[in-house]
């Protein structure tokens, strides 16, 4: 019985193992059908193999969990899923509008106008002649409100009056108070021209700042670079706060 | 050794089993990105980390066992047929909800896998009896025949266990698996379980 196992095994392992030639093969079938000893033999081989083989899978799963912890399995991995990114990119999208509503509100043309503008003493100005009827009318104007009514009387007074510097820098002034900085920048050029001692350095600045509100910002830089060279002009502190502001990240953001 | 593997290499390590499977392993974990993929899609879908790292496991595992059964054409990709398997591992084993239930990822019938998801509880709680009885015929034979399983060749078997020749290992090999074999005959309920 021993012996006949022995010779079983061997020929079922040749015959799995297909080392037999083909007439080998077909010889052992035939033995199959006939000789039960032979088939309960196989089959035991068979499940012998089978068993190998569910082992070897819990092997490669041992092996497979062992190189897992190889890698730390605290790491992990963030579902990437649309409504992350859909909040993540909400986010950031409201700190840059935050950013640039910051930017637009402190850097703007307007803005930065608005911080560097003051408006003179009206009642300290006055004129000496019957052309000063007129400029008075349009100061009595100016300090009921009526800004319109002062500059439409301002533009009425001649070049050749003695007043006429003084309207046209009051003029200019009107001008940038109504935010017509085209006309308030034509005015002060006028003036500029004039050489007026009494206000070329304020027409400096305020041209300036006529440049500013008609968004012009390359006559700006000029402007504020012609008063910069001067360490002594009156608006030298101003031309500097506003060169820089102009210049800063937030105004390019 | 960080060494990429093209798609060709994989297959043939896998195939040749042994210290050319452990290599594959190695890169398809932990450098080939397939992990990070399934894992996203896994927790995208309500899985928990833990459940992503047991079904790439498991994955990993059946997708070898099929290559090296030549159950594996080639009519996909390796990263393909991993992700497959896996989906089908996650919608059938840890789908709660009823709309995953019926959906299956299509694959190639050529490379279907054997085992469903009761299989594998039983192959788990077989395996244990299996390595009681291995345990029986001797940690040299257990040794032997774990590698041969593994398809580890002559020559590897040779070097890990130690034997002079690989004419030696081959003859332990006969003896071990015989010795098995006749362990497994005297549990006739076991050889009709191993041959459905």
């Known amino acids: 019985m021993l012996m006949s196992k022995e010779i079983y095994f061997d020929r079922i392992e040749s ?13 052992f079938e035939k033995d199959l059908e006939k000789n039960q000893a032979l088939k309960e033999e196989y089959q035991a081989y068979l499940a012998t193999q089978k068993a190998l083989e ?11 969990a062992r190189i897992a912890r190889q890698s730390p399995r605290t790491a992990k991995v963030l ?3 649309r409504r992350t990114i859909a909040i993540a990119a909400g986010f950031l999208l409201l700190i840059a509008a935050l950013g640039f509503l910051y930017g637009r509100q402190q850097y703007s043309n307007q803005s930065l106008f608005a911080q560097q503008y003051e408006t003179p003493n009206w009642s300290a100005i006055r004129g000496s002649n019957s052309a000063t009827e007129k400029f008075d009318q349009a100061i009595a104007s100016l300090q009921t409100g009526s800004l319109a009514d002062a500059a439409q009387q301002l533009k009425e007074i001649k070049r050749e009056e003695e007043v006429f510097a003084t309207a046209q820098y009051t003029l200019g ?17 006028n003036l500029g021209d004039l ?20 968004g012009n910002e390359t006559l700006t830089h000029r402007q504020l670079g012609a008063i910069l ?25 | 050794m960080n060494r990429f593997f093209k798609e060709e290499e994989m297959i043939r390590g896998i195939r040749q089993g042994g210290s050319s499977l452990e290599e594959v392993l190695v890169f398809i974990y932990h450098q080939s990105g397939y992990r990070q993929s399934i894992l996203q899609f896994i927790q995208r879908r309500n899985g928990s ?22 159950k594996f054409e080639g009519k996909s990709t390796i990263r393909t047929y991993l992700t497959t398997i896996c989906k089908n591992l996650w919608f059938t084993q840890y789908a709660r909800s009823n709309r995953y239930a019926d959906i ?3 694959i190639p019938p050529e490379e279907e896998f054997e085992m469903g998801p009761d299989e594998v509880l039983l192959l788990k709680e077989r395996s244990e009896g299996l390595q009681n009885i291995l345990a029986q015929v001797g940690e040299k034979c257990k040794k032997v025949l774990s590698l041969w399983a593994l398809h580890y060749s002559m020559r590897e078997i040779t070097q890990e266990v130690g034997y002079k020749s690989e004419g030696m290992t081959r003859k332990k090999k006969h003896q071990c698996f015989k010795a098995l074999m006749n362990k497994i005959r005297e549990q006739p309920d076991l050889i009709k379980e191993l041959l459905g």
Not at chain 1, 54 to 61: C, G, P, T
Not at chain 1, 173 to 188: K, N, S, V
Not at chain 1, 196 to 214: G, S, T
């Open chain 2, 49 to 70: 980390l833990e459940d992503a790292e047991d079904i790439f496991q498991e994955g990993i595992s059946r997708m070898v066992i099929s290559i090296q059964k030549g």
């Open chain 1, 229 to 253: 060279q001067k360490q002594q002009h009156p608006y030298y502190p101003d031309a500097q706060r506003l060169q820089s502001r102009l210049e800063s990240f937030w105004r390019r953001f």
């Open chain 2, 104 to 106: 299956v990822e299509q």
């Open chain 1, 54 to 64: 569910d082992l070897a899978l819990a092997e490669v799963r041992n092996k497979v």
């Open chain 1, 79 to 81: 579902p990437l899923n």
């Open chain 1, 195 to 214: 050489n007026d001692k009494r206000y070329q350095e304020n027409v400096e600045w305020f041209l300036a700042l006529a440049y500013l509100q008609a």
């Open chain 1, 173 to 189: 002034h009107l001008q940038l108070q109504l935010g017509q900085a085209e006309d308030a920048q034509a005015t002060f050029e």
């Open chain 1, 15 to 27: 015959y799995v193992e297909g080392t037999n030639p083909p007439e080998e093969d077909r010889q």
